[in-house]
C-alpha cells in the first residue's frame, strides 16, 4: 500500500482533497480584496488628497528611499528610464504602450491564472499559497498606511504644499503616452491611493507566481518563463516610474513574512481538518 502523499504542509494530500469549492474561493477571495481595496484607497492620496500632509509625508519619504538607494549605489532608476525613452527610436510609444499595459494589467490576470491553476492542478498546495497570497498582502496593507510613499512619477508634479525643487528627471509615462486606464480620470483620483508604493505588491505578486508554478516546469523554456516574469515586472515598474528598487525589496520582504507567517497557520487548520476527518 502506498503512503499517502504529504502535502506542503506535512498533512497528507488526501484529507484535504475534496474539501475546497471552487465558489466559496471566490467568495472568499472578493470579499478580501474588497476590504483589501477599500482600506488601501482611503488612505494617502485617496485619503489626505494630493495636498496637504499626506502628499507631503509621503514627498519626504521618497527623498529619503532616495538618500539611501544612492548610500547603497541603487539609484538608477531616472537612468533606466532616460534610456528607453531616448534610445529605441521609432518603437518608444509602442513600448511604453506595452509597459503601461502590463502594469495595469498583467499585476491582476496573471495572479489569477496562476491561482486558478493551481487550484485545479493541486488543492493542497493551493491552501498554502493562497494563504501566503492573502498574508503578504495584508502586510503590504500595513506598508501603505505607516509608509505612504510617492512613486517616482509625481516627484516633479506641482503639490501645492511642497516646495519647488530641482527636477529629478522622472517622466510620468502613463499621462506621456497613454493606455487602457489613466491616474487622471476623477474617479480614479478618488479611489485610487498613489502613495501605495512601499511596499511593492506588483513584485511581492509575480515573485509569488514564479514560486507557485516553478516547481511544475520541467522544460527548460517553461522554467525560463517562469523566473523572467518578476524580472520583466521589475523593469516595468521602474521604467514607468511607478517604483523604486526599494519598493521591490519590500515586496520581497513582505512576501517571505506572508510565508512565514502563513505556512505554519495553514498547517494547524489542515491539522484539525484531518482529525476531525479522521474522527
Known amino acids: ?28 477571495i472578493g470579499a478580501f480584496y474588497g476590504v483589501y481595496t477599500l482600506i488601501r484607497d482611503t488612505q494617502g492620496s485617496a485619503g489626505g488628497g494630493t495636498t496637504g500632509r499626506a502628499a507631503v509625508m509621503a514627498y519626504h519619504h521618497a527623498r529619503g528611499v532616495i538618500r539611501v538607494e544612492r548610500d547603497l549605489f541603487l539609484y538608477h532608476e531616472e537612468q533606466v528610464q532616460s534610456f528607453f525613452l531616448h534610445h529605441i527610436g521609432s518603437m518608444t510609444h509602442a513600448f511604453f504602450d ?56 509625481l516627484l516633479d508634479f506641482p503639490f501645492p504644499d511642497i516646495p519647488r525643487h530641482a527636477p529629478y528627471g522622472f517622466v510620468d509615462t502613463l499621462a506621456r503616452f497613454g493606455g487602457s486606464w489613466s491616474f487622471d480620470s476623477g474617479a480614479m483620483q478618488k479611489i485610487s491611493n498613489q502613495f501605495a508604493a512601499m511596499p511593492s505588491l506588483h513584485i511581492a505578486w509575480a515573485v509569488w507566481c514564479t514560486l507557485v508554478v516553478l516547481p511544475s516546469c520541467h522544460r527548460w523554456w517553461t522554467r525560463a518563463l517562469a523566473v523572467a516574469y518578476p524580472i520583466v515586472t521589475l523593469l516595468v515598474v521602474v521604467v514607468t516610474a511607478n517604483h523604486f528598487v526599494l519598493d521591490a525589496v519590500g515586496g520581497l520582504v513582505i512576501l517571505a513574512g506572508g510565508y512565514a507567517i502563513a505556512r505554519p497557520l495553514t498547517a494547524l487548520a489542515q491539522a484539525r481538518r484531518a482529525q476531525r476527518a479522521v474522527a
Do not use: K
Not at 4 to 26: C, D, F, K, N, S
Not at 120 to 144: E, H, I, K, P
Open 98 to 153: 506595452v509597459m503601461n499595459v502590463w502594469y495595469g494589467s498583467a499585476h491582476f490576470a496573471v495572479t489569477a491564472a496562476v491561482g486558478i491553476w493551481l487550484f485545479r492542478r493541486d488543492q493542497a498546495r493551493y491552501t498554502l499559497w493562497r494563504n501566503v497570497l492573502a498574508v503578504t498582502t495584508a502586510l503590504a496593507l500595513v506598508g501603505f498606511a505607516t509608509f505612504p510613499l510617492m512613486p517616482p512619477r
Open 1 to 28: 500500500m502506498r503512503a499517502q502523499e504529504a502535502a506542503p504542509t506535512g498533512i497528507p494530500a488526501q484529507l484535504q482533497a475534496g474539501r475546497l469549492r471552487w465558489w466559496r474561493e471566490i467568495l472568499y
